[in-house]
């Protein structure tokens, strides 16, 4: 069985970070590690929430692995709240990084052209030299912006996200995974590039018609889980669309919802039987 370590905040109520990523990656039966970074009521998109930072924590644990010998096949991180703790994170992927571990950044920090609750652009340039040490990012569009400081425009083709996605990669990270790409009104999905290959991918299912908080996270997870699960990135990812998608459909479906995130604990059943098809 494959053991993971996760690094980000719980926020106690809202679906993101640490409450979607530990059930998601379980589910994909995946041994998942958590690291919390922070503890908030909900995320930072309600209109008011408390916030116990853990930043002095994280080097303790992380040396603690190390002397127990607790190793990992991949760290995944994502919303992480300060410079100190990007840097903290960046010695810790130094500490535990193995030939066989794969690192996955998540930058979770903007979306819509917008920065977090914050967040600032000298922290985005900051993600990014994070961002160099991984073996896949997956971020939106909105962040690999801020990262590569340039305007964030949603008129785009494909020789743009082509561009921006070997401009990602030329801060060091291997391969980048923009999310939330669409080039037809009714499609959406992600797009990739490898630098170790020179080789693009990509992979679209239908675009609903809505917009809900959460969903990257719920996408970076299950695209970990099924890496984990033996998926090229390439076939995680469409994993990743697909149950992203399903989550959406869920969600929409359900009258009596409560405001933020989506509906992605009814569609574990369909994320297990679907981690089952590899491209
Ligand atoms: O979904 C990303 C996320 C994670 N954690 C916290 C957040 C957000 C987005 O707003 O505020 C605390």
Excluded: W
Aim: glycine residues 6%; hydrophobic residues 40%.
């Amino acid at each position: 069985m494959k053991r993971i370590i996760t690094v980000q905040d719980i926020s106690c109520v809202g679906r993101c970070s640490l409450t979607v990523a530990l059930p998601i990656i379980s589910a994909a039966g995946v041994e998942t590690g958590v690291l919390p970074t922070a503890v908030l009521s909900t995320h930072t998109a309600f209109p008011k929430f408390t916030f116990c930072d853990l930043t002095g924590e994280i080097e303790k644990i992380s040396e603690t692995f190390s002397e127990l010998d607790i190793d990992f096949d991949a760290i995944y991180t994502g919303y992480l709240g300060s410079f100190r703790q990007l840097e903290l994170v960046s010695q810790m992927i130094d500490r535990h990084k193995t030939d066989k571990c794969a690192v996955v950044i998540d930058p979770a920090m903007a979306d819509n052209g917008k920065l977090y609750k914050g967040f600032t652009k000298d922290f985005a340039r900051a993600m990014a030299e994070l961002c160099g040490k991984a073996d896949l990012i997956i971020p939106n569009l909105t962040e690999a912006a801020f990262m590569l400081d340039i305007p964030y425009t949603e008129e785009y083709d494909e020789e743009y996200i082509k561009d921006v996605l070997r401009k990602l990669c030329a801060l060091g990270a291997k391969r980048a995974a923009l999310t939330g790409i669409s080039f037809d009104p009714t499609k959406l999905g992600t797009y990739l590039y490898d630098s170790t290959t020179d080789s693009f991918f990509s992979y679209f299912n239908e675009k609903m018609d809505v917009a809900y908080h959460g969903t990257g996270d719920i996408f970076a997870s299950a695209t970990l889980g099924a890496m984990m699960r033996g998926h090229s990135v390439e076939s995680a990812l469409t994993v990743a669309v697909d149950y992203t998608l399903e989550c959406i459909k869920l969600t929409m479906a359900d009258e009596d919802r409560r405001t933020y995130g989506v509906n992605f604990e009814e569609a574990l059943p369909y994320y297990i039987e679907r981690l089952k098809k590899y491209l």
